[in-house]
């Protein structure tokens, strides 16, 4: 993890923030839709592995694997502020609200605004029984 100042596309406002490459790692990240909040998750964590096998999440981007990619997506916890999580979401703006990073698919980096939910500390999937 590397923090650094980012600027938003949308409106320029600048803050700190983590910028962590996630290319080729054995994690998986999503943003939500309504806040700047990241979810992080391991491709070893068993519930993953029993949705999609053991492959890793930026594989199933890459290989635009949509059924799977949805199969994760529906099985998340919502975030905390109400909003869903999905590969495709961009990252929001704290300040205007607007796009302030692209979608994880499309990034094999990420940002973190300070809002993070680890998959290693927490359960990130609404249940364990798949």
Known sequence: ??????????CGA????????????DEGFLYCDNDQT????S????VYQRLVGAVHPW??????????????EDNLIPCPCGGHFSFENPLICPVC??????PIAKNIYYIV????????????WKSTGV
Do not use: W
Not at 38 to 41: C, P, Q, S, T
Not at 43 to 46: A, K, T
């Open 1 to 10: 993890m590397t923090k650094r100042e980012v600027q938003c596309k949308s």
């Open 14 to 25: 600048r803050m700190e923030a983590e910028y962590i490459h996630a290319g080729f790692s």
């Open 38 to 41: 990241v979810l992080k998750f």
């Open 43 to 46: 491709s070893f964590d068993p």
């Open 59 to 72: 594989v199933l981007a890459e290989e635009k694997k949509v059924d799977e990619l949805k199969r994760v």
């Open 97 to 102: 609200k607007g796009v302030f990073s692209e």
């Open 113 to 124: 605004l300070g809002k993070m939910i680890d998959g290693e500390k927490t359960n990130v």
